[in-house]
């Protein structure tokens, strides 16, 4: 394990589709919101802001998904997002996609790592 690494959840908690996981990064003066979700088998984690304003996307505490389960969405534009790689498909986010961050699957858990400015 990478001395720096942080758990986020276990495997188990991130469900296809299903609800995602809120954990925070290191950012500014402050600690960011982040999520991670499953999609398609894969784990992918993002800043929690919206590509359009800065506003966080859950509808619903750790709500993520579009009713087609297919796309992230930001509750307050309806901007639409690939969970695979965070890209705008659509909406207000014109192009600006989600942020991604360092997320690793191993050994039943997931883990978080943060980035060279952030450790």
């Given at each position: 394990m990478v001395a720096n690494?942080?758990?986020?959840?276990?495997?188990?908690d991130l469900i296809d589709g299903g609800a995602g996981v809120r954990f925070t990064?290191?950012?500014?003066?402050?600690e960011e919101p982040a999520f991670a979700v499953r999609f398609r088998g894969r784990v992918a984690a993002y800043l929690n802001?919206?590509?359009?304003?800065?506003?966080?996307?859950?509808?619903?505490?750790?709500?993520f998904f579009d009713d087609s389960k297919l796309y992230l969405i930001?509750?307050?534009h309806?901007?639409?997002?690939?969970p695979h790689d965070g890209r705008c498909?659509?909406?207000?986010?014109?192009?600006?996609?989600?942020?991604?961050?360092?997320?690793?699957?191993?050994?039943?858990?997931?883990y978080y790592t943060?980035?060279?400015q952030e450790a």
């Open positions: 690494q942080r758990l986020i959840c276990l495997s188990a990064v290191p950012g500014g003066e402050s802001r919206c590509g359009h304003v800065p506003v966080e996307l859950d509808w619903q505490p750790n709500e930001c509750a307050t309806g901007a639409l997002y690939s498909l659509g909406g207000r986010c014109n192009g600006r996609g989600l942020t991604p961050l360092a997320i690793e699957e191993r050994d039943g858990a997931i943060p980035s060279e």
